[in-house]
């Protein structure tokens, strides 16, 4: 469908990828991923006609249609929303006019004018099926249904466009989109603005989207349950894989491994050639043969292990903070209006010291409002009581906007930082990736995401016992993500955060508020429990409906076998969580102790200290008992990771049952 030949784009002389190739067939979902600055969006740039490359080629193989959603978009337009919709079906205006036209022509045609007249019967039988695959029959309803799968009730579909936040422009660009029915869907962060539900929908969308999808995203469950192809540019390379993200990153580790062996064996074998050539070199009846061992050298292919960075290992830690009071927010009969819009109504809970919450819900139902209220930005109506010692660290969605442009990235970190920490600003930079001279940019020509990175390197300068994180990881790439989740889960104190990320939520919570017209609910257990509840609650209620229905035309019928392929499946999921949770807890509790084992067996190296801690019986007696625990943790894993594979085989068995 799209051949990308030889393609290579340079800025200031250095080349941002060359010899770039790349096909795209129909019904591909290709995640293209990289690092910020690595040219995903460039490339979608080039393939939509915006950008020209410096040299190579986008071929199209007939008449392909392309829609490209940026990632910021600004609509000017004074039109409803369901009426700039529906300007979506202009090809259906345009469609019906040929129709009209045609029929016209037909009916004054010659019938003895056999070739010509079934030419234009031929024609006008193609129309009206393009009519058809366009949704003419159901234009409303389909406009109506992906405005609600995106979020939109049916009371707004009445507002302007110009007056909706940016946010909410880019679903109505998306719905257009999505109603077009392009051959190839470009989307550039297609989730920094939708809430959980609507990005579930989308994923549910796209899988059955009949032509191709190329994302970029930093969502990996998104990735993940819509791909099933990855491409990845690497300093200037493209790695191109069948299989969705978890997968091909899998696959990447195992590649680079054994092209680390494969390179060391080939470094041997010619350090063993070059020993030769020495050796024979000066030997008059070996001259001959040296000369070939040196040929052989010079056309042996050097092997190259994938330069890829293993930023798991880059470990970030949030300053030890002072403890708050046991309660940290108590909320009686709590509300938040704008003007007749009621916000948020008889809120009523309790956030405790250590408690991990996530705020989820459709956006506009008062997540960021809350999360303002609590941090003192916002007055309110009813009782807020916030406990003893709580100091907040608050991050808000466009808070890099807010930053100086004309301070270096080093600057900003030392205006704030104090003591130790100022020394260790590069270090702290460091770990979010911003190393060298890049230290020394101006934040005024960062990216999106490098300043995102920037604003939440400012927040580890203080130690806060309490963190409210509003939508942290929009901007950011993949590695930085992994990054910061590993230090929130190290983090001591109160951490809530406001998030669409599924994969970022798993395992950093331990509670729910879900923000409902009706009011805020809470539910115990991390984001996956919450969807599944909620899931298998619209399931029940979708087969109550059903069976009313069935039992009105033929009475009381037994289960269907869909039915209990769903539930197995659904039981089968929940257990694999269950002991991937476990798993993970296991891992994070090793990490731990080893950690304390550690640090313990480098003072123990310290002859000094040798000294005065072989006189503390209750020192060695600590170590000891680390090291039991730390040989049960492991036997624990082990368990555990073998429930999980086990789980895992079944949830494959379900899933195969339903192909059959």
Request: hydrophobic share 35%; charged share 30%; with cysteine.
């Amino acid at each position: 469908m799209i051949n990308i030949s030889n393609l290579a784009v340079q800025f200031g002389g250095d080349f941002l990828f060359q010899n770039m190739n790349i096909a795209i067939h129909k019904k591909d979902k290709i995640g293209l991923i990289g690092r910020n600055g690595a040219g995903k969006s460039t490339l979608l740039k080039i393939m939509n006609g915006e950008l020209q490359p410096d040299s190579g080629s986008v071929e199209f193989s007939g008449d392909v249609t392309i829609s490209y959603l940026r990632q910021d978009i600004q609509l000017t337009s004074d039109l409803t929303v369901f009426e700039e919709t529906k300007t979506a079906f202009a090809k259906v205006q345009q469609l019906l006019a040929e129709i009209s036209d045609l029929e016209k022509k037909i009916g004054v045609a010659d019938h003895n004018e056999v070739n010509s007249y079934n030419k234009m019967l031929n024609q006008l039988s193609e129309k009206n099926e393009l009519l058809h695959y366009l949704g003419y029959d159901s234009m409303d309803e389909n406009i109506a249904r992906v405005l609600n799968g995106l979020g939109f009730e049916d009371p707004e579909f009445e507002k302007r466009v110009n007056q909706l936040s940016g946010g909410w422009q880019m679903r109505v660009e998306l719905a257009k989109m999505l109603l077009r029915k392009p051959d190839l869907l470009m989307l550039d962060e297609p989730t920094n603005h939708l809430d959980i539900e609507s990005i579930i929908w989308l994923e549910d969308f796209l899988k059955n989207y009949p032509g191709a999808v190329v994302l970029i995203s930093h969502d990996t469950a998104f990735l993940d349950n819509v791909c099933n192809r990855t491409i990845e540019i690497l300093k200037g390379n493209v790695i191109d894989f069948k299989s969705n993200y978890s997968v091909y990153m899998e696959m990447r580790a195992i590649r680079q491994e054994h092209q680390t062996l494969a390179k060391k064996n080939q470094e041997k074998y010619r350090a063993r050639l070059k020993e030769n050539v020495n050796k024979f070199r000066a030997k008059k009846n070996k001259a001959k043969f040296a000369q070939t061992l040196i040929r052989k050298l010079d056309k042996m292919e050097i092997i190259e292990v994938e330069d890829i960075q293993d930023y798991s290992k880059v470990k970030l830690n949030f300053p030890d903070p002072e403890k708050s009071g046991k309660v940290v927010y108590k909320a009686i009969h709590l509300e938040k209006s704008f003007g007749e819009n009621h916000v948020i109504k008889d809120a009523n809970f309790q956030i405790e010291r250590g408690d991990r919450v996530a705020f989820v819900g459709k956006n506009g139902m008062g997540k960021t409002t809350l999360s303002k209220v609590l941090t003192g930005n916002l007055e309110y109506q009813g009782t807020l009581e916030t406990g003893f010692r709580v100091n907040i660290g608050y991050f808000e969605q466009y808070q890099a906007e807010s930053l100086d442009g004309n301070r270096t990235v080093l600057q900003t970190i030392e205006d704030v930082a104090t003591g130790d920490l100022r020394a260790r600003a590069r270090s702290l930079l460091g770990a979010f990736l911003f190393s060298g001279d890049d230290v020394e940019k101006k934040v005024k020509i960062l990216s999106g995401g490098e300043k995102s990175r920037l604003a939440m390197a400012k927040l580890l300068t203080q130690p806060y016992n309490v963190l409210i994180l509003d939508e942290p990881t929009n901007h950011l790439d993949m590695s930085t993500k992994e990054i910061l989740k590993n230090a929130l889960s190290d983090f001591s104190g109160t951490l809530i955060l406001v998030s669409h990320d599924r994969d970022f939520l798993e395992g950093l919570t331990s509670k729910v508020y879900e923000f409902t017209k009706s009011g805020i609910k809470e539910h115990l257990g991390d984001i996956y429990d919450f969807l599944e509840a909620r899931e298998a609650s619209s399931f029940r209620e979708y087969e109550a409906d059903k069976e009313k229905v069935v039992s009105k035309q033929s009475g009381n019928e037994t289960e269907s076998d869909h039915k209990k392929w769903y539930q197995d499946k659904k039981d089968a999921e929940k257990e694999m969580r269950k002991f991937q949770k476990k798993v993970s807890g296991c891992e994070r509790e090793i990490t731990s102790i080893e950690k304390k084992i550690s640090k313990i067996e480098e003072e123990l190296m310290d002859p000094v200290k040798y000294q005065d801690l072989s006189k503390d019986a209750g020192f060695f007696k600590k170590y000891e008992d680390l090291k039991t625990a730390l040989n049960e943790k492991m036997e624990q894993w082990e368990n555990f990771q073998q429930s999980y594979e086990k789980s895992q085989s079944i949830l494959k068995k379900i899933n195969d049952r339903s192909l059959h």
